[in-house]
């Protein structure tokens, strides 16, 4: 199931995002990767969280994103989260494209059975009605 941190850029997204994937990993039964779109945040996170540095990756709009999560996913039976910090940058998405991708990326942790908490730069005012019920933390 897809969790959503919301909020305008600079209200302390990626702080919150990287306090919960270091707070989760201490219980972790399976896997975690964490996606940013930079190494920056290499030395914050736990060393059992594998960093995956999207913009090393050509990817160009939000079905090719979709086709690299799914990819993941295929190459790792174990994993048990997925992190993504900063879904519009990451997924080079327009802002009418987010519900939708959204709501794919949902249906694939749910297939796939696997947690995935997604930072988007957009207030929860702002976000469609049918992903109200996926905010765990808006700011």
């Known amino acids: 199931m897809v969790r959503l941190i919301v909020g305008h ?9 990287l306090q919960i ?14 996606l940013d779109k930079s190494n920056k945040h290499m030395y914050e996170l736990n060393n059992k969280i594998r960093l995956i540095d999207v913009s090393r990756y050509p990817i ?3 079905e090719q994103f979709i086709g690299f999560v799914c990819g ?3 190459q ?3 994993l048990q989260e997925m992190y993504l910090d900063g879904l519009l940058k990451c997924a080079k998405l327009k802002e009418d494209e987010i519900t939708e991708t959204i709501l794919k990326l949902n249906n694939v942790s ?13 207030a ?3 976000l469609d009605e049918r992903l109200q019920e996926l905010v765990l933390l808006s700011l």
């Open 9 to 17: 850029k600079g209200k302390g997204k990626t702080t919150e995002i």
């Open 21 to 34: 994937a270091n707070q989760h990993i201490k219980e972790a039964t399976g896997n975690v990767v964490y």
């Open 60 to 62: 160009e709009n939000s």
């Open 72 to 74: 993941i996913v295929s």
């Open 76 to 78: 790792d039976h174990d």
């Open 110 to 122: 749910t297939q796939f059975d696997f947690e995935l908490i997604i930072s988007v730069s957009v």
């Open 124 to 126: 929860q005012e702002e």
